[in-house]
């Protein structure tokens, strides 16, 4: 299994960037996707998390709600997380997990089996 992500960079405050996770070696329609981010000192923190089910819903952080966007295409087994409105805050590196046919939306980092190596996004004030 790999999970790609990509997309990342450095951006001003108040601007957005789109990061994706191209996903291979898994039914992917089967897998709840998330996204985390991990500061540094700080520990991983969820940011938001789609569904496998029809329909997919979603799920967010407080800190991102209304700014940042998450969504999946299985066709091209990826997953994609808008961000708008980015804070200097919101600088981390990202990364988006995968979690087999779970019953309800996690946010707990270690109910996700698989993990991509991180895009960094870097917000400038």
């Known amino acids: 299994v790999q999970l790609q992500a990509s997309g990342g960079g450095l951006v001003q405050s108040g601007g957005s960037l789109r990061l994706s996770c191209a996903a291979s070696g898994l039914i992917f329609s089967s897998y709840a996707m998330g996204w985390f981010r991990q500061a540094p000192g700080k520990e991983r923190e969820f940011v938001a998390g789609i569904s496998w089910r029809s329909g997919g819903s979603t799920a967010y952080a407080d800190s991102v709600k209304g700014r940042f966007t998450i969504s999946r295409d299985n066709a091209k087994n990826t997953v994609y997380l808008q961000m708008n409105s980015l804070k200097p805050e919101d600088t981390a590196v990202y990364h988006c997990?995968?979690?087999?046919?779970?019953?309800?939306?996690?946010?707990?980092?270690?109910?996700?089996?698989?993990w991509g190596q991180g895009t960094l996004v870097t917000v400038s004030s």
């Open positions: 997990a995968a979690e087999l046919l779970p019953s309800t939306l996690h946010s707990n980092p270690v109910s996700y089996a698989y």
